[in-house]
């Protein structure tokens, strides 16, 4: 049976099954079908992705896959094909239920074996309700959960402290935040919102800033937020770069801590002392009469303002837009974002771009003067075409991609009646009349595609590709380009040295032995913990930090095998902990349990008892995250999806079987070791390999990837260390410049060496 699990939060479904091995749909012939059908999903809107997993595809062996929609099942939309990214979603109101079926059909050449569809995943979007938070937010038993999406953008240098003016029941209120820097391409994890959780985020100053809040009621009466405040360094991008020291989700807001009372209406009633006690350093928005006799609305009206030409400037914007509709060229617009992962804070510049949507607008060229594509030469360069100007008014485009957005370098478009794509190479607002700017003024030259820019869906895309079809050299050129890449020998990425930089004392020996699951090498070599006494240290590593703090979290993850499997013994993982202070965290499996010791505090995964929980000589894999930020601790266990250890080369799959997981709420602590106390591994009957410790958690769907690897990639920016048990070289050092090379060594210089 298919499981739902929507987040009304986040605005996304998910739809997914997983069969067992003695249920999977099975296509034995050509021509064979298998549908499976769900029935009144709510509020959806659509379906953006589409996975499965078969055994038996192959070249000539496969499956297609394609959708139908429908509101009543009386009447469906046609069967349409059906991939990853799925575009043309049939347009859908997600106040009716949707009925969905997806059609899985055998298609090829190949008519010997049966192919089985293991698992699939359909992800969506969900209707969500979402307020701006101009007015105060009023919670009770029957709207107990509600996002909030303030209407400005800013730009954020800094953030030192928040404030939430809340009435009512507020202990059984529940705050979080999350954001976005991409224009909401891709979002962070809900967090509950405390000055340590985003006084510590990772926000970006240059790029924008757009905040959601998650508020929730647990109570039977009523709560009222009345303002959610960030105090620090700010830009407001929407009110033309205004500067501010204050992030609210409303402009007429209130915030006690800056003195700032705009709205006595709704300054929390439990405040009130506060205010009238502070009310010499509030800044009210009613001054007191005495000191000056403010001016009123008629006195204003009367003032000369040389400046005020706003009718003058409208008027001016609308015949430029009016101008640019009727002659105008209809261009697609493609505008590019810079990837936050290739930023490149040394040189100050970008270095990755995505195309991130498109859209239809009108430009108009300067003097209709388009270039000739004759080539230019110059003492400087060689330029093939010359660049020429065009003009972009700023309510059209704004209109299209929203007030945040504008034209920039490595942005390209499409003119229609030409056939010819440009990038552009410059853009600035052009001031004029009055200095109001009411078009960009835009240098575009040649569209070269680049490498470095590529599309943020698939959609977008194949747009370009469609385009751009048969214009490139790697697709005129690409199987020759694919061949000499593989003659390019692979540079080695891991070597014994003699002098090691992660461990500092090794007590244990390490045995050379090949770990593998499927073809993939998952391990060379091990520690055999089990040659130091009971309990003490067997490796210690070095440069581990000594403050961890309340929104740090850790990972771990440890390949091992259990020589003799006493329930009694302890078995340790990791240990950076001060005993004497219960300070610090180490984890150890005793008793059938894997227990995690935080300041203290212990958190243990059960496993089974009606069964043997861990088989001994049996190499498992245990992954635990300590997510501080977002509150809980999860653990697991995974092994080789093997019955018999000696088969593990002869599989198919690396994928891993998750024997035991176990996920609790956690207490966010810090601490700050003293000298003395080291990051070890404690000696026990076990072996133990690939040891790798990251700074933040891994995500379930890394899971398989990362522990199925015997070289971390160099992807993973938040790894602290990869410890593949390797051995150290022992070398003999010898001073060159005292050797006689004509000397023939005696058996005792040898034995020496």
């Not at 003695?22 to 549908?35: N, Q, R």
């Not at 609308?318 to 974002?337: P, Q």
């Not at 804070?345 to 003067?369: A, G, R, T, W």
């Amino acid at each position: 049976m298919y499981s739902v699990v929507s987040d009304s939060a986040a605005g996304t479904i998910r739809v997914y099954e997983q069969f067992g091995t003695a249920s999977m749909p099975e296509l034995d012939t050509i021509g064979d079908k298998y549908i499976a059908s769900f029935v009144r999903l709510q509020l959806v809107e659509k379906f953006k992705t589409f996975n499965y997993t078969s055994i038996g595809e192959s070249k000539t062996r496969y499956l297609d896959t394609y959708f139908r929609v429908s509101r009543d099942t009386n009447a469906w939309t046609e069967w349409l094909p059906l991939s990853e990214e799925i575009s043309g979603f049939p347009p859908f109101d997600p106040k009716d239920p949707m009925y969905l079926e997806v059609k899985w059909e055998r298609g090829g050449t190949n008519t010997v074996g049966v192919i089985k569809i293991s698992d699939y995943e359909l992800t969506g979007v969900i209707a969500t309700d979402r307020f701006d938070g101009e007015a105060p937010i009023r919670m009770t038993a029957a709207h107990s959960r509600m996002v909030i999406k303030p209407q400005y953008i800013y730009k954020v240098f800094r953030i030192d402290d928040i404030e939430t003016l809340l009435d009512g029941d507020t202990a059984n209120l529940s705050l979080k935040y999350r954001y976005s820097q991409d224009y909401g391409r891709s979002v962070t994890e809900w967090e509950p919102l405390t000055k340590e959780n985003i006084s510590t985020a990772k926000i970006n100053p240059i790029r924008f800033f757009q905040i959601e809040y998650l508020i929730e009621y647990s109570g039977t009466t009523t709560a009222t937020v009345n303002d959610i405040n960030i105090i620090g360094d700010f830009q407001n991008v929407t009110l033309d770069s205004q500067k501010t020291n204050l992030h609210a989700i409303r402009e007429n807001c209130n915030c006690l801590r800056l003195g700032l009372i705009n709205d006595p209406s709704t300054a929390p009633s439990g405040e009130s002392n506060l205010v009238s006690a502070n009310s010499g350093l509030i800044q009210s928005a009613t001054c007191d009469p005495n000191l000056y006799k403010p001016l009123t609305q008629d006195d204003i009206k009367l003032l000369f303002k040389p400046y005020q030409q706003d009718q003058a400037v409208n008027f001016l914007n609308k015949i430029s837009n009016d101008a640019n509709e009727i002659f105008g060229h209809e261009v697609v617009y493609f505008l590019t974002d810079p990837d936050k992962k290739g930023i490149d804070f040394s040189f100050h510049e970008y270095q990755l771009y995505n195309y991130v949507c498109s859209d239809l607008i009108k430009i108009s060229v300067d003097q209709n003067n388009f270039p000739d594509n004759q080539i230019v030469m110059n003492q400087f360069d060689l330029s093939l075409f010359d660049t020429f100007e065009v003009h972009i008014p700023k309510d059209g485009f704004k209109s299209k991609f929203g007030v945040e957005k504008r034209p920039s370098k490595e942005d390209f478009l499409w003119f229609c009646e030409l056939n010819r794509m440009y990038q552009v190479e410059h853009a600035q607002q052009f001031r004029a009349f009055n200095n109001s700017s009411i078009y960009w003024k835009v240098m575009l030259k040649k569209y070269v595609q680049k490498a470095n820019i590529i599309g943020v869906n698939q959609t977008i895309t194949d747009k370009v590709k469609e385009l751009t079809k048969n214009s490139t050299i790697d697709e005129l050129f690409g199987s020759d380009n694919k061949v000499d890449k593989k003659e390019v020998a692979n540079q080695e990425q891991l070597r014994p040295l003699t002098r090691d930089v992660l461990r500092v004392e090794i007590a244990v020996d390490i045995v050379k032995e090949l770990l593998m699951n499927s073809t993939t090498i998952i391990s060379k070599n091990h520690y055999d913990m089990s040659m130091a006494d009971m309990g003490t240290e067997a490796v210690v590593y070095r440069g581990m930090r000594n403050y961890f703090g309340k929104a740090d979290n850790v990972a771990l993850t440890l390949w091992f095998s259990l020589n003799n499997y006493t329930m009694n013994d302890t078995y340790n993982f990791i240990s950076y902990y001060d005993e004497a202070n219960s300070k610090g965290f180490k984890v150890n499996l005793e008793s059938d349990q894997t227990v995690l010791t935080l300041n203290g505090a212990t958190y243990s995964m059960p496993m089974a008892h009606n069964d043997v929980a861990l088989e001994e000589n049996v190499w498992y894999c245990y992954l635990i995250n300590v997510n501080q930020r977002k509150r809980t601790v999860s653990q697991y266990i995974y092994k080789r999806d093997v019955i018999d250890e000696r088969d593990a080369e002869s599989i198919s799959s690396t994928k891993l079987l998750l024997r035991y997981s176990n996920t609790q709420d956690l207490v966010p602590v810090e601490f700050e070791h003293e000298s003395g106390v080291r990051m070890s591994i404690l000696a026990s009957d076990m072996k133990a390999t690939n040891i790798r410790l990251l700074n933040d958690v891994l995500p379930e769907s890394e899971h398989s990837k990362f522990l199925n690897q015997y070289i971390i990639g160099e992807d993973y920016s938040n790894l602290i260390f990869a410890d593949n048990a390797n051995k150290r070289l022992s070398l003999p050092r010898e001073d060159f410049s005292q050797i006689n090379s004509n000397r023939v060594r005696t058996e005792t210089d040898k034995e020496s060496l």
